[in-house]
């Protein structure tokens, strides 16, 4: 007789009914290629953009395509999720509609990206589940989504940051006249982003805030995406990231060296940009900024990870002005997680592998769940 397989079952989720789909999907390539298959039984459950889990075997295949972009796909088998905190294994349905059990879950490690993955929607499930998972709980992750309210929590933790203004479809609809000037009072070119999404969907650059047809064009893509808004003025200064990783219960928040993002090719950083256009983008790791701005973004970045209570991962963006002030433009509580994204790249040059950053955050899940209690 076989003994049971001792080791840990982790499972990978991603894809997700997100714009970021296909990018959630080339972060779960990564990971899963970066998990040690002799130390952890590795699950890899892909969810189809009407909201369908199932196992994905192929998925370690996944690659980042324009023309023909990755996706989790029904295959008429699915996932189901035990809302209680029994330990329960999830199960599977056939195509044949029969129900077997499939694995008991150690630890979940989602990288779904935007609506309905880093909001704290998927985190309330494993949350009900009783799970461990990688990231941040529930309202952290709510919270550091909506940039109206992510705004808000950096201005009462003294962090500082650019002003803004929130908007909603109502208010511009019943009150359109009011809403313009508090937007037109920030500045001579404006930033519109819509208040729940990833990866700059989205986002519109304004020239002339004073062209009624052009502000009202930027808000209907904002609209397009999420039925609040916020509006920014345009920072004149350097685009500085920087990762942090950290527990809630046990060690502090620990920042990676800063890296910044330099837009050559393109009117400023958009998804295009970001996924489509790699040169377009310039990316510079350590930033070459002075000891004492770097210094600056590291601490703020930190207080940042602790304002918003976050467990496991975040990467904080910042701009840096020729002044030499450091203002924090937003966090990111589930960021991109590819071998090349952003924030991995960050922890290589500070001396961690993508394959030891990976097991260091199923680590932090792992000892932040038997804390809680």
């Not at 700059?200 to 397009?224: C, I, N, R, W």
């Not at 930033?287 to 973004?297: F, G, K, L, N, T």
């Not at 203002?327 to 001396?351: K, Q, R």
Request: with cysteine; proline share 6%.
């Amino acid at each position: 007789m076989n003994s049971p397989d001792p080791r840990p079952v982790v499972a990978v989720l991603f894809g997700g009914r997100s714009s970021e789909h296909s990018v959630s999907c080339v972060t779960a390539a990564g990971v899963l290629k970066a998990l040690d298959d002799e130390r952890y039984r590795v699950l890899p459950i892909g969810m189809t953009r009407d909201g369908v889990c199932r196992i994905v075997e192929d998925a370690e295949g996944f690659r980042f395509d324009p023309e023909l972009m990755p996706e989790v796909v029904d295959d008429g088998t699915e996932i189901i999720f035990p809302l209680d905190v029994r330990r329960s294994p999830l199960r599977v349905r056939g195509a044949d509609g029969m129900v077997e059990d499939l694995a008991v879950v150690d630890v979940f490690f989602p990288v779904l990206h935007g609506p309905f993955g880093e909001d704290g929607t998927v985190q309330g499930v494993f949350e009900l589940m009783d799970v461990p998972y990688v990231g941040s709980g529930v309202l952290s992750s709510a919270i550091g989504m909506d940039k109206r309210f992510m705004k808000a929590v950096l201005r009462d933790a003294g962090v500082p940051t650019s002003p803004w203004e929130p908007v909603t479809v109502r208010q511009l609809r019943t009150d359109r006249a009011s809403v313009v000037e508090r937007i037109r009072t920030l500045g001579s070119t404006l930033f519109v982003k819509p208040a729940n999404a990833g990866s700059s969907m989205g986002v519109t650059k304004v020239s002339d805030p004073s062209d009624d047809a052009a502000l009202d064009a930027a808000l209907a893509e904002a609209f397009a995406h999420d039925s609040a808004a916020i509006v920014e003025p345009m920072i004149v200064g350097r685009e500085i990231e920087c990762g942090v990783i950290g527990t809630r219960f046990h060690e502090g928040p620990r920042a990676s060296v800063p890296g910044e993002i330099e837009v050559t090719g393109a009117d400023f950083y958009d998804f295009d940009t970001k996924y489509m256009n790699a040169d377009a983008v310039r990316i510079s790791c350590p930033a070459d900024i002075d000891a004492a701005a770097s210094a600056r973004v590291q601490d703020l970045a930190c207080r940042t990870f602790d304002a918003f209570d976050c467990s496991g991962l975040a990467r904080v963006d910042t701009f840096v002005t020729e002044s030499g002030e450091v203002l924090v433009n937003e966090i990111n509580t589930l960021p991109g997680f590819t071998p090349t994204s952003m924030f991995p790249v960050l922890w290589e040059h500070s001396g961690m592998r993508y394959e030891e950053l990976v097991e260091a955050l199923v680590d932090i899940a792992l000892r932040d769940h038997r804390a809680a209690g």
